[in-house]
Each structure stands twice: as C-alpha cells, then as structure tokens.
Antibody
Framework: EVQLVQSGAELKKPGESLKISCKGS????????IGWVRQMPGKGLEWMGI????????RYSPSFRGQVTISADKSISTVYLQWSSLKASDTAMYYC??????????????WGQGTMVTVSS | DIVMTQSPDSLAVSLGERATINCKSS????????????LAWYQQKPGQPPKLLIY???TRESGVPDRFSGSGSGTDFTLTISSLQAEDVAVYYC?????????FGPGTKVDIK
C-alpha cells in the first residue's frame, strides 16, 4: 500500500525550533515529488514547497521561502519540514503529499494524515 | 504567481441534484506542448486530509465515483457532481500546478439543502 506517514502532533513555544517528518512507503520514494501544505485553523490550503527526493531539487513558495526548510533523506524514505524559530502564526495543520505522476510535477494524489503544530507560550 | 478564484463560496443542493463549482485562474494553465490543463480538484471532509478527485482538469482519479466530473480549459474550469450524495458534503478546492507556487483556490463548501 502506498502511504505517507507523518510524525505526531507538536506543542512548542515561540522561538523554539522544530522538525517534522513524512515517511513514504509502498513505492519508489526517489521517483516522485513530495510537497508540504499548510492549513491554518478553519482556513484553506496553502502550498509551501516541493522536493524531489531523487536529487533534492527544491521549489519553495515565495511566501514560505526563508521561513521554513524542506529536506529529504532518501536512505530512510523521509521528507522533513523544519523551522528554526517558531511563531504563534505557525500554528496549523501541516500535510505532506506526493505527486501523482513519476518524476513529474503534477497533482497531489497521496496525502499524509497531517501533523498539528501548536505554538503557544 | 497565478491567482485562483472559486465560485460560489458555498452552495446547498438537494440530495440527487446537480452541484456545480467554478474555478478561474488568472492566467492560462494550458501547456501548449502537450495540450494538457494543469488543474486539479480536491475534496476535503472535516478532520481529514484532502483527497484528489480530478487532475489534468478532467481525468478522474482511480476509485472516484463517476458522478464527479471536471471540465474546462485555459482559465475557466468546472467541477460537477451530477447527483449529490450525503457523503459529498465537504469543501472542494481547485489547484493549478502549471507553475510554482502551485496555488490552491479558496475553497467551496457544499452542503445538503
């Protein structure tokens, strides 16, 4: 079964760092782009960026470039999203998702279950 | 960046009736070299991740009921639910993947009348 499994919910304080993960299984991990999508409470979907684990080619949304870092470790089929200094406004559900076509930037067909990040003092 | 708009913001349809959602992009998402529209539709139910319904504007994802269909080209697209079922209550998003950032539309909430 093709799936993406994300790390668990996080409760952090402003200024703290965080790295959440997304592990792929059931397919050739290095052959599909994977992205991150933010959903703030009660709001819509925001595309953050994508990475191609085969060569770590990266594309960021201008809205998130410099605010987060996306990376991949293909040896363990895992993609990461990290912050160096969290803000309260980073409180949201974060989804990872895989592109539907091999080696092609396309639509997201497989989604992780989501990681809720809460930033509060 | 390409801007995506959807209409209406919400709609309520009787069970068994047709629901139509519109999506418009600020520039064409039709790639001339392969004649494909880089447009997808997703369904999101409360407490769940989004689910891909349609990609390439009109290709139904495997396992998606055939009451869901996508149409349109260039800048104007439509998602149609031909006969609304109770389980279709959700928020529906369009997304362009012609260029990065691959912006989502603001969403359309579908309810039962």
């Amino acid at each position: 079964e093709v799936q993406l499994v994300q790390s668990g919910a996080e409760l952090k304080k402003p200024g703290e760092s965080l790295k959440i993960s997304c592990k792929g299984s059931g397919y050739t991990f290095t052959s599909y782009w994977i992205g991150w999508v933010r959903q703030m409470p009660g709001k819509g979907l925001e595309w953050m960026g994508i990475i191609y684990p085969g060569d770590s080619d990266l594309r960021y949304s201008p809205s998130f470039r410099g605010q987060v870092t996306i990376s991949a470790d293909k040896s363990i089929s895992t993609v990461y999203l990290q912050w160096s200094s969290l803000k309260a406004s980073d409180t949201a559900m974060y989804y990872c998702a895989r592109h539907v076509e091999v080696a092609t930037i396309s639509a997201f067909d497989i989604w992780g279950q989501g990681t809720m990040v809460t930033v509060s003092s | 960046d390409i801007v995506m708009t959807q209409s209406p913001d919400s709609l309520a349809v009787s069970l068994g009736e047709r629901a139509t959602i519109n999506c418009k992009s600020s520039q064409s998402v039709l790639y001339s070299s392969n004649n494909k529209n880089y447009l997808a539709w997703y369904q999101q139910k409360p407490g769940q991740p989004p689910k891909l319904l349609i990609y390439w504007a009109s290709t139904r994802e495997s396992g998606v009921p055939d009451r869901f269909s996508g149409s349109g080209s260039g800048t104007d697209f439509t998602l149609t639910i031909s006969s609304l079922q109770a389980e279709d209550v959700a928020v529906y998003y369009c997304q362009q993947y012609y260029s990065t950032p691959q912006i989502f539309g603001p969403g359309t909430k579908v309810d039962i009348k």
